[in-house]
């Protein structure tokens, strides 16, 4: 599948909330193809469809476990609990990361690609990068909540 240009910021594509996928086809499919292979070509753990200029409600996470690839379509968290903060980055900023809090658990309601809906729980990491990519959904960027931006240096020294 074509790998698919990184929409940077401060496109206004990026700041907009997404629109409700609707339709569950061959054209979804595909993108989310694209999307995957989009994302391991440039070496993240998420993609957002405004990510790559499409304003849909369409996100992609794989932190590279035993979860695999989730695909969340139209999602929403409807509950979450616990605090952790720990570095981000986006592939939509190169070379930017900060330190932010997210919740450490959540319950997402989600579609997958037939349009059936799911409930997908997460923790840690996990929950980090799902809830990155749904913030994404709703415009909203993770440079809105860095509570300190890190250099290299920083980045090292919260790396194992």
Known sequence: MPVRQIVMFPADVLEKT???VTVFDRKLTKLLADMYDT???????GLAAPQIGISEKIA????????GT???????IIEE???????EGCLSFPGLYGEVSRADYVKV????????A???EAEGFLAR??????????????????IKYLDEEDLESTEG
């Open 39 to 45: 994302m391991i070509e440039n070496d993240g753990v």
């Open 60 to 67: 992609i996470v794989d932190i590279d476990d035993q979860n």
């Open 109 to 116: 309601r989600t579609f997958n690609r037939k349009g059936k």
């Open 70 to 76: 989730i695909e969340l379509i139209n999602p929403v």
């Open 118 to 120: 799911r409930i997908i």
């Open 81 to 87: 609990r616990g605090v952790q903060t720990g570095p």
């Open 18 to 20: 997404c629109d409700e």
């Open 129 to 146: 990068a799902i809830q990155h990519e749904i913030d994404h959904l709703e415009g909203v960027l993770f440079t809105s909540k860095v």
